[in-house]
Every structure is written in C-alpha cells, then in structure tokens.
C-alpha cells in the first residue's frame, strides 16, 4: 500500500535561518506531488506542485522554494525564514485526476 | 478562479443528532470532489472521494452527495458520535491542483 511520511513534524526556527522540509511516498511510482501552507484560521494554499523529477510549478510568489531530486520525494526549502512563514505545512500526493489526495501528517512551523 | 465555500462555518450538535455540512463552488467543469476530515494540529483524512460523473458515495455513517450542475455538495453524518467532532474539508479537483473550502468546525457535544 502506499504511504506518504513527511517530517519533522513540528519545528521553531529563528528569523533568518534556513529551512528544510522533507516528504516522501512510497509504494507508488511517478505521482503528483504538492506542498500546502495553512495558516492559524485560514485555508489551505497550494504552494508548489510536482509532476515528475525536477518539474516544479509555483503557484504564489513567496520566501519559500521546492525541489523534487528523485521520484518520490518531495523537498520545501528557504534560505532566510521570515516570521510570516509561519504555519502547517501539509505535503500531499496523487496518482491522476481518478484517486484524489493523500496528505501526510504535516509540519507545525513556528518562526521566532 | 474556482473558489469553494462551506456553510456553516462552525456547527454544535447533541449526540445521535443527524447532520449535513454544506459545500458549494463556482467552477462546475470539476473532475471530482473529495471531503476531508483534520483533527486538531493533524493533517488531512481521506473520507470520501466523488468522481464528477458520480451522484454520491457513502462510506458507514457517511453520505456524500454530489450535484456538479449546481456546484454543490454535501456531506450526511448519521447518529453523531463525540469522536465525530473535527474541521471537515471540501476540495474539488479541476485538472491542476485541489481548491479547498475553509472547512466546517464541527463539535458533537455528549
């Protein structure tokens, strides 16, 4: 079956610091990778997307970068935090339009 | 744009009460809609995914039912239980990515 495991699952860092967010899927191959952002009372947004190794699709301009360096995994990166990237950090996959999302259990990240 | 909207925000019900949470969306040209349930500090539970050609799916005490003319969906629990209570989420899929509705804040009081 497939799994999807994203970690660390909660995370503070000082303004200015770096960040590195890791997701991977397994059991599957060549899926629709995704990286949300929720914030305190809010929705969710999309922040990246990815179809296949090395494609990335930003949807909103912001602080915040995605790599996709094998099939199944799934990286969000900053080099300077600031206090507005704040918030949950969901990853979530696809296999197509038929079989909807699977959501991993998310990162709480506090910017001090 | 599509943008997806849930009705009520917030809803409080007595045990063994049956509920719909209401979902509606501008952009009828949709694939499929899925509802998700998020427990407090949690991520994203899978309930029910509804194909665009389909009318509705039901999964034990849960019925949802799909009108993509309308742009509307809705979820039915029976006989709420207290571990019923979360956020449920509504998304639809329009080829690209999911678009989600803010959520329904759901408490099912003992």
């Known amino acids: 079956s497939q799994t999807i495991h994203q970690w660390p699952a909660t995370l503070v860092q000082p303004v200015g610091s770096p960040l590195s967010l890791e997701c991977t899927v397994e059991?599957?191959?060549?899926?629709?990778l995704y990286w949300y952002r929720q914030a305190a009372g809010r929705g969710l947004q999309l922040l990246f997307y990815s179809v296949g190794i090395g494609q990335i699709s930003s949807e909103v301009p912001q602080n915040l970068s995605a790599s996709r360096p094998q099939d199944r995994q799934f990286i969000l990166s900053s080099k300077k935090l600031l206090l507005s990237d704040s918030g949950f950090y969901l990853c979530?996959?696809?296999?197509?339009?038929?079989?909807?999302?699977?959501f991993g259990s998310g990162t709480r990240l506090t910017v001090v | 744009k599509q943008e997806v909207t849930q009705i009520p925000a917030a809803l409080s019900v007595p045990e063994g009460e049956n509920l719909v949470l209401n979902c509606s969306f501008t952009?009828?040209?949709?694939?499929?809609l899925q509802w998700f349930r998020q427990d407090p500090g949690k991520g994203l539970t899978s309930l029910l995914l509804?194909?665009?050609?389909?009318r509705e799916q039901t999964s034990g005490r849960l019925n949802a039912s799909l009108d993509k003319s309308s742009g509307r969906s809705t979820l039915y629990i029976a006989a709420s239980q207290p571990g019923d209570s979360a956020t449920y989420l509504c998304a639809v899929f329009t080829g690209n990515q999911f678009y989600f509705g803010t959520g329904t804040s759901l408490t099912v009081i003992p």
């Open positions: 059991g599957t191959s060549n899926p629709n």
């Open positions: 509804i194909q665009s050609s389909q």
């Open positions: 979530a996959w696809s296999s197509g339009t038929l079989y909807g999302y699977t």
């Open positions: 952009d009828s040209a949709i694939y499929n």
